[in-house]
């Protein structure tokens, strides 16, 4: 069965639950590799132990074995040279008799660490020396002339080379069996091996299995995703473009009836006035007010749509020339009630100058209007650099970055607490258009320019005690 994209990305893990499953599997491999890795090296340390104590078992074994046939060796010699009595077998046996201590020195070097091996080969150095002795004194030319005397020497030899002969035969027993639990050892320790070889790999094969199998997975995913995305995208621009279509029927055929309504109700106020009833006056009175007020709000409306999209680039501004320009454009307004704006140095951003302009005379012309009556409105505006984790609802990606924190406060009639959020909604008004004219879109249109340029805006107030408006900027730009 074919699945939908809508059921693969409902089936596709989400992107916390795949952060702990990838943490989990890290955190497993990462003891699993560490453990295994250890063990791997205490056991193949202990190979290379056993290894090594199997070599030098074997050339202990060796070392006897040389000097048993060095040994025997010299005892032919000094037979061949007593009965034959031919001086060349002198130089054979003493060569022969010679090697014997030496290879036992060897031997020596390779037992150092087994006290009753040494033990046996001290024993044997005595008797090789006394052997040595013997066969000195038998291969000289004076023994032969007394044969009683070599009789002697050759009874004393034998009996050394007896005990020479059942130490070594004890020596080489011992060995044999050392060579024997060695072998095991390193075979054990080698198997050992062999099989932590093999966890290693499996441990590997799973993790990078399960690494693959969550990669395609996410990759299969973003797919969808990405499919998702370009059919929204094509839908938005769709959207947008309808948006667009509105907005030239609004600012065109929308406004040229009203225009018209507002021309004749003129006329019959001003023209026909003696002719009016009171009542039919007070009707087109309301006709005119209406038509006006539906002419503001599609401007306002006009106004909040060219702020949604822009084609402009951005560029680098100076907020306090924003400002001024802002100022200038309220000067009448600012003059007529007697306002004062206080300010500190501002920063300069990347951004839309025309949007800037409009959010800060949106800012100041909404805290004017909103003044308290026989108090002159102040208005301060202050800057400091904060970061972006003290802003309420920040992004993840933004909690890392500095912001611009930009206040405006005044000492207006203020808001309750519970309208905060809402006096950002597009036509929400706090109160009638009796009390204070408008449309309800200032904020919103706030709010917009704050977004496009990747910013926050907030507003907190007490009734009766002005408001307190702050805008997040980034430090860095973040516009393309």
């Known amino acids: 069965m074919k699945l939908s994209t809508s059921s693969l990305l409902n089936r596709s893990l989400s992107e916390k639950q795949l952060s702990r499953i990838t943490r989990i599997l890290f955190g ?68 022969a008799v010679y090697a014997v201590p030496k290879l036992a020195k060897k031997i020596d070097s390779l037992i150092t660490d087994d006290g009753a091996q040494q033990k046996r080969l001290n024993s044997l150095q005595i008797h090789i020396e006394k052997f040595r002795d013997y066969t000195e004194r038998i291969a000289r030319p004076a023994t032969l002339v007394n044969p009683a005397a070599v009789y002697a020497l050759y009874r004393k030899r034998n009996q050394e080379i007896d005990s020479m002969t059942k130490l070594i035969s004890e020596m080489n027993k011992l060995e044999n069996q050392l060579m024997y639990t060695r072998v095991q050892s390193r075979d054990n320790y080698m198997q050992q091996v062999y099989r932590y070889n093999w966890i290693i790999m499996l441990v590997a094969v799973v993790l990078l299995s399960s690494a693959f199998i969550l990669l395609d997975r996410e990759l299969r995913r973003n797919r969808f995703y990405r499919i998702d995305l370009e059919n929204k995208i094509e839908n938005l621009n769709r959207s947008n473009s309808e948006l667009e279509q509105f907005a030239y029927v609004a600012s065109h055929d929308l406004q040229e009836p009203l225009r018209k309504i507002r021309s004749f109700s003129d006329r ?207 430090k860095e730009s973040m516009l393309t």
């Open 268 to 474: 019959l106020l001003n023209r026909h006035r003696s002719e009016l009833s009171d009542e039919a006056f007070q009707m087109l009175a309301k006709i005119d007010s209406a038509a006006q007020r539906m002419q503001n709000l599609i401007y306002d409306l006009l106004s909040f749509s060219r702020i949604v999209r822009t084609s402009a680039d951005s560029k680098l501004i100076n907020l306090n020339t924003i400002l001024a320009e802002a100022k200038s454009n309220l000067s009448e307004m600012i003059m007529e009630n007697k306002a004062s704006i206080h300010n500190e140095p501002l920063p300069s951003i990347d951004g839309f100058g025309s949007q800037m302009v409009q959010l800060f005379q949106n800012l100041i012309s909404n805290s004017v209007k909103y003044h308290q009556e026989n108090i002159r409105p102040v208005i301060r505006i202050s800057h400091r650099l904060v970061e972006g984790q003290v802003i309420p609802g920040v992004k993840p990606s933004h909690q890392n970055i500095q912001f611009h924190q930009i206040k405006f406060a005044d000492n207006g009639i203020g808001f309750k607490k519970e309208f905060a959020d809402k006096i950002f909604i597009i036509f929400k008004r706090l109160h009638a258009t009796t009390e204070f004219a408008g449309t309800g879109i200032g904020l919103a249109i706030c709010r917009r320019v704050v977004s496009n340029h990747n910013g926050y805006i907030f507003a907190e107030s007490t009734e009766g005690e002005g408001s307190n408006f702050y805008i997040y900027l980034p």
């Open 28 to 95: 497993i491999s990462l003891i699993l590799i560490i453990a295994l890795s250890y063990s791997y090296n205490e056991i193949n340390q202990e190979l290379v132990n056993y290894s090594e104590k199997v070599n030098q078992t074997q050339q202990v074994i060796s070392g006897l074995n040389r000097l048993s046939s060095a040994m025997y060796e010299s005892t032919h010699h000094t037979n061949s040279y007593v009965y034959l009595h031919d001086t060349i077998y002198i130089n054979k046996t003493l060569a």
